[in-house]
């Protein structure tokens, strides 16, 4: 199963981190960690390469595990980084309301 964590502070989303694999299909058809891979790289490259916002990116080149955390950027990047970080939340909660049983969502207040 995947784990889907995102932290927010004072109510903003300031980082997120997938851990674990959905097992849903063998290596290489498994659309389950394609959507959340994807996702989770879309909104990281976003912030990085588009918007330029100060990050930490940490993750295991054999897949299974990133982490992004923007909670260095400056409260100006923050607010601005909200409609991306928010975008890839509602995104994971629509794999969730699909395939609930390979993935877990948790949102928390740090």
Do not use: W
Not at 27 to 37: E, N, P
Not at 55 to 72: A, E, F, K, P, T
């Amino acid at each position: 199963m995947i784990e889907v964590r995102f932290l927010r502070k004072s109510g903003d989303l300031v980082g997120f981190t997938y851990d674990g694999h959905a097992d849903y299909d063998e290596y290489g058809k498994d659309i389950v960690c394609a959507a959340v891979t994807a996702q989770c790289m879309m909104a990281y490259n976003g912030l990085d390469e588009i918007m330029k916002i100060r990050n930490r990116i940490d993750m295991d080149q054999n897949g299974g595990y990133l982490s992004v955390s923007i909670d260095s950027a400056s409260p100006e990047e923050k607010k601005d980084a909200q409609i991306l970080m928010e975008t890839l939340l509602l995104g994971i909660k629509a794999i969730e309301l699909q395939y609930g049983n390979f993935i877990k969502l948790i949102e928390e207040e740090v």
